[in-house]
């Protein structure tokens, strides 16, 4: 026995009503002959379609259906892959619209509409999520726990290109002063690391960037963990140092990148640093990029 639930619409004009749900469910009905048209609903179960003329012989004792068309009682609710592409197909087969697609604050995107004989017609989809931000922190270097992942970190070839010696490298992370050097967690597993210094004169002299203010201070970021990269990992952790950095009356910070290091350009971009001057290192082409992080700067 087949125990699938029936929604039954009377309708005026059943060739009418079949041509406008199959236009706006997009499938052909199940069945269709005198007296009765059925589809097949997502979730299984079935939309009936009867001529009030039937209903009038089949229930007599009922007021007449056709006098009930102007005062809509019940919806029929549709939970719908789609529901916006539903209801351009029912608008486009003739239905009124009587509230656009949009969410709704019971948690469904629903659209409402009359069909041709007055019955009221939603389509709905539960409202997607939305997307999460990552959760980015900056936390104190754990010389216990954290100098192996870095290690692991410089070792790969994407590091050695922009780092150079993973040894070098790493001894320069892990001698430094703690105030200077931090770890990046994303949803609180670390996934990088953050460095940052003045730079001495002869520093910048040798970058051709003297003219920029003693006081500078220039940054480095890695972001060893490949899940973690192009999920805004590294903007948002140079956000919050620059805030750092300003409550500790820091008034401008400076980035280098190598012009072949295309995601870094886009993250400090991103973390609101801008181009300040080309330079050559080794032989490579660098763009350093400056953020001012109070208005003189």
């Known amino acids: 026995m087949n125990t699938a639930p029936r929604f039954i619409l009377y309708v005026s004009d059943q060739e009418r009503a079949r041509a406008f749900y199959e236009a706006a469910l997009g499938v052909a009905p199940r069945l269709h002959t005198p007296g009765m048209t059925e589809f097949a609903l997502p979730g299984g179960a079935v939309l009936g379609l009867m001529p009030e003329a039937s209903v009038r012989r089949l229930l007599p004792t009922l007021p007449d259906p056709a006098l009930g068309r102007s005062w809509p009682r019940a919806e029929t609710y549709l939970m ?7 209801l351009a197909r029912a608008l486009e087969a003739g239905a009124t619209e009587l509230s656009p697609m949009r969410a709704r604050d019971w948690g469904d995107d629903v659209g409402y509409c009359l069909d041709p004989d007055g019955h009221v017609l939603a389509f709905a989809a ?9 959760t980015v922190d900056l936390r104190p270097l754990d010389p216990e726990h954290d100098v ?3 290690a692991a970190w410089l070792e790969e070839p994407e590091a050695r290109r922009w780092w150079g010696d993973p040894a070098a490298a790493l001894a320069e992370i892990v001698d430094r002063d703690p105030a ?5 967690a994303w949803d609180g597993r670390p996934v990088g690391v953050l460095c940052w210094q003045t730079p001495t004169r002869e520093e910048m002299e040798e970058a051709g960037l003297a003219d920029l203010p003693g006081d500078l201070v220039d940054v480095d970021v890695l972001v060893g963990e490949t899940g973690a990269r192009g999920h805004g990992v590294a903007p948002e952790a140079l956000r919050q140092l620059c805030a750092r950095l300003r409550e500790q009356g820091v008034r401008l910070v400076g980035m280098g990148a190598a012009e072949a290091n295309a995601p870094a350009l886009v993250a400090y971009a991103r973390a609101g640093f801008v181009p300040y001057r080309d330079f050559e290192e080794d032989g490579e082409g660098y763009r350093y990029f400056t953020r001012a992080l109070v208005e003189d700067a």
Not at 80 to 86: D, E
Not at 180 to 184: E, G, H, K, N, P
């Open 148 to 150: 192996g992942r870095i």
């Open 126 to 134: 539960p409202t997607p999520a939305p997307a999460r931000s990552p």
């Open 180 to 184: 200077t050097v931090a770890v990046i």
């Open 80 to 86: 719908v892959a789609s529901p916006s592409a539903y």
